[in-house]
């Protein structure tokens, strides 16, 4: 691994920490599809939620708006083919949220909701 991909994935490992510590249950890491990848997937009591992991470093607080409508879209898409390959395994009124996870050397951000399909 090279070294960004080692904080990418330090940052990551942080974000599914704080999200567990928050009563989440993790599903997936780093879901890899042909129309883009999700960093982590997990469970918030009825829903499903697929989030976005950003690092920045000495940016206090964190920086989200590194992510773009463009990157927004790709992760939508991400999750449209996950939803579609795991429905069954979830009741009917289960829900979907995008959240976003900001990081720096210093600080956590979580945003519940951070953007959505338009």
């Not at 960093?39 to 590194?66: H, M, Q």
């Not at 773009?68 to 996950?82: F, G, L, S, V």
């Not at 579609?84 to 976003?100: G, L, N, Q, V």
Request: proline share 3%.
């Amino acid at each position: 691994m090279d070294k960004s991909r080692d904080i990418g994935f330090s940052a990551e490992t942080k974000a599914a920490g704080y999200l567990e510590k928050k009563g989440y249950r993790i599903l997936e890491r780093n879901y890899m599809t042909p129309l883009g990848e999700i960093d982590i997937i997990a469970r918030d009591r009825k829903d499903i939620v697929f989030c976005e992991v950003k690092y920045r470093k000495g940016a206090d607080p964190p920086s989200l708006e590194v992510i773009t409508r463009e990157k927004q879209r790709k992760i939508i898409k991400a999750a449209y083919a996950y939803i579609k390959t795991h429905e069954k395994k979830w009741p009917s009124k289960t829900t979907f949220r995008f959240d976003a996870i900001g990081i720096s050397d210093e600080t956590l951000i979580h945003i519940q909701g951070a953007f959505y399909e338009s």
